[in-house]
């Protein structure tokens, strides 16, 4: 995965390409398609919801320039997978997940690797965490029509927020950087295509 998937798509970050190495990721999916854990494409975890493919995860991980010391917000745990490779990378992630099954699997996922950096929360993943803000990092793992303001609001000065932005069928990779003024730098990273971020600042059910 990590020579054929990683490296031949161009990334580059050693920190990034260990930490993906190191995750054993067919534990973090269902029984039936384990068979599948490596192949690069997003796999259905059940509730209308997927586990993104390798190369999509070590993306954004490595577009949102992850330092040892960041404290790191995720929206939408999954089955916990990605915040498995992001708590290799950042001092603390804080993750936030709001169908509780999905919650529950990933909170014993991650206990089963003793991932004791990790803390899985369940709620409206659109309006952040403010209780543990700032963020040096923010990482959205599901497409919003806009980037939540809850969520900009909740950067440190220089953070960054990774996220899908637009509809159903077109979504860009966006980066907003925090300055040092309060205002944002915006840069596209790529075309994707996620499942809607579901909440108050994102899509409505």
């Known amino acids: 995965m990590v020579e054929h998937q990683l490296k031949a ?3 580059k970050d050693s920190r990034i390409l260990s930490a993906m190495g190191a995750i054993p990721r067919h534990l973090f999916v269902p029984e039936p398609l384990k068979e599948q854990a490596y192949e690069d494409h997003p796999l259905a975890i059940g509730y209308g919801q997927t586990i993104s493919q390798p190369y999509i995860v070590a993306r954004m ?3 949102s320039l992850i330092t040892p010391s960041c404290k790191l917000l995720e929206i939408g745990t999954g089955s916990g997978y990605n ?4 708590s290799e990378l950042a001092k603390v992630v804080y993750t936030i997940e709001r169908i509780e099954p999905l919650a529950e699997d990933a ?3 991650l206990k089963e690797i003793q991932k004791s950096n990790v803390f899985v929360f369940l709620g409206d993943g659109s309006l952040g965490l403010i209780d543990k803000a700032p963020f040096d990092v923010i990482i959205v793992t599901a497409a919003s029509p ?4 809850s969520l900009l609001n909740q950067l440190a000065k220089g953070g960054r927020l990774v996220i899908p ?6 979504q ?5 950087t925090k300055k040092a003024e309060g ?3 915006v840069a596209v990273l790529d075309f994707v295509r996620f499942v809607p971020l579901i909440g108050k600042e994102g899509w409505t059910l």
């Open 183 to 185: 205002d944002f730098e």
């Open 165 to 170: 932005v637009g509809d159903a069928l077109t």
């Open 107 to 109: 909170k014993s996922h």
């Open 83 to 86: 915040a498995a490779v992001l």
């Open 146 to 149: 806009e980037a939540p303001k």
């Open 9 to 11: 798509r161009g990334i």
């Open 172 to 176: 860009k990779l966006l980066r907003y």
């Open 61 to 63: 991980a490595e577009a």
